[in-house]
């Protein structure tokens, strides 16, 4: 049982450049979600899925793109890199809503470090 | 979405206890009091979460005031490897089909002393 499971671990980009970054989780939860961590401050959310096919935006989506095409993968996707999406990129995961919604954990996975140059 | 507030940093003396504070005023009736921690280098790890009574686990308690405006967490006895930034967050429900978010503040930045 792997978890959040986030690939790469550290990327470099020049602006203008696009990527996805990878999350995988085994543990069969329907929520799985998108953070941004800048330096000094807290998470802030990108985009959130509450299961496969459905996607929303959260608070700093722009510029980012998401799918959940099955349950286990919600990949990142950056369209065109600018040096403001430098940051540590978390995706996290918990039980869907059926299950006692508020009750529910958030797993982390161990972040993806990206630098746009 | 109901918000948090905390203290920015906090200082305790290892193996003594620590007292994390939150405010959530506009706490809603159905919103679950969760929290995480984060250490250095890594991502947010869970901690602990209640609605309404006091909880405890292996890593700590949770008090919640009456009001439920407020809450505490607990660390019983702070060692070295506690020293991280803790959030304080509300699990926020909403209504089937809308969005349900999940807001991280800036937390509190817990510096254990030796």
């Known amino acids: 049982n792997a978890g959040v499971t986030q690939t790469p671990k550290f990327q470099v980009l020049k602006t203008g450049q696009s990527m996805t970054l990878q999350c995988a989780q085994d543990?069969?939860?329907?929520?799985m979600s998108w953070y941004r961590q800048d330096p000094g401050m807290g998470l802030r959310l990108i985009h959130y899925?509450?299961?496969?096919?459905?996607?929303d935006q959260g608070e700093v989506p722009n510029g980012y793109n998401v799918s959940r095409s099955t349950t286990e993968d919600f990949p990142l996707r950056l369209l065109s890199a600018a040096p403001s999406q430098t940051s540590v990129y978390f995706c996290?995961?918990?039980?869907?809503?059926?299950?006692?919604?508020?009750?529910?954990?958030?797993?982390f996975g161990a972040g993806s470090r990206l630098t746009v140059l | 979405d109901a918000k948090t507030t905390q203290p920015n940093s906090m200082e305790s003396n290892e193996e003594e206890p620590v007292h994390l504070p939150c405010n959530h005023s506009?706490?809603?009736?159905?919103?679950?009091i969760h929290w995480y921690r984060q250490l250095p280098s890594q991502g947010p790890e869970y901690v602990i979460h209640?609605?309404?009574s006091n909880v405890n686990n292996r890593m700590a308690s949770l008090a919640i005031a009456e009001d439920r405006k407020s809450s505490t967490l607990i660390l019983h006895r702070a060692t070295l490897r506690d020293a991280a930034v803790y959030y304080c967050?509300?699990?926020?429900?909403?209504?089937?089909?809308?969005?349900?978010?999940?807001?991280f503040g800036s937390g509190t930045q817990l510096t254990v002393l030796p």
């Open positions: 996290a995961s918990s039980p869907g809503d059926r299950e006692n919604p508020g009750a529910n954990v958030l797993t």
């Open positions: 543990m069969n939860h329907e929520y």
């Open positions: 899925s509450v299961g496969a096919g459905i996607t």
């Open positions: 506009t706490i809603s009736g159905t919103d679950y």
């Open positions: 209640g609605l309404t």
């Open positions: 967050i509300l699990r926020d429900e909403g209504v089937e089909g809308s969005a349900r978010q999940l807001t």
